[in-house]
């Protein structure tokens, strides 16, 4: 008598909803990286503050001490409230409130100013961005591989970049290496200006 044996069924689990489907070479899938940005003017803000702050607090200490009898010396707060308790209207509090207001408004301003950008984004579906020295190495490779340029030194800002090339004197190439270094940075969302100029000769 022969038996048959079935092989027992396997089952995908099922996927929970949760989870999202994805396809391979699917752009979407990924999310959008966050756009590179610097500390921005409030990060000096809060260091000079915090410096601020903690001279205070160690003005505040020794005062305290003082007062305890463990320090001997003279007491800094308490003259100093003595002669601000005695201070008169004059003509100079005008300017320096003014330029207190003035200060005022500036850290205000400097708080909720959105921070400065650092990179350049490329134009993608998945968020690239490049640093301005990753531009400027595109710009030089870009350069160097035109024809009659034997060196070029290249610099570069998210809004400018300015070529030095130095050639063999072929007609042309200050315009070639423009069209060939924009060419290579149409990826950018933004291509900065391109600045070239000629130095030197053959050596």
Known sequence: MSTTVTPAST??????????RTRR????AMDAA???????????????????????????????LLASGVL????WLAPAGRSASGLAAASWMVPVGAALVLLGLWL?????????????????ETGVF???????????????QVDGV?????SATRRAVRVRVRGTGAADVSENVRAAVAQRLSALDSPPTVNVSLYGGPR
Not at 45 to 64: D, K
């Open 72 to 75: 001997t010396g003279t007491a």
């Open 34 to 64: 966050k756009t590179p940005v610097g500390v921005g003017a409030v990060a000096l803000v809060g260091i000079v503050l915090a410096l601020l702050l903690t001279a205070l607090g160690v003005v505040a200490v020794r005062e305290a």
């Open 130 to 144: 490049l640093r301005p020295k990753d531009v400027s190495r595109l710009a030089q490779t870009a350069a160097e």
């Open 11 to 20: 089952s995908t689990p099922p996927v929970p909803e949760s989870v999202p």
């Open 25 to 28: 070479g699917d752009a979407a």
């Open 150 to 154: 034997l060196a070029a030194d290249v």
């Open 108 to 124: 205000l301003v400097a708080a909720l100013r959105p921070r400065p950008r650092t990179a350049t984004t490329v134009t993608s």
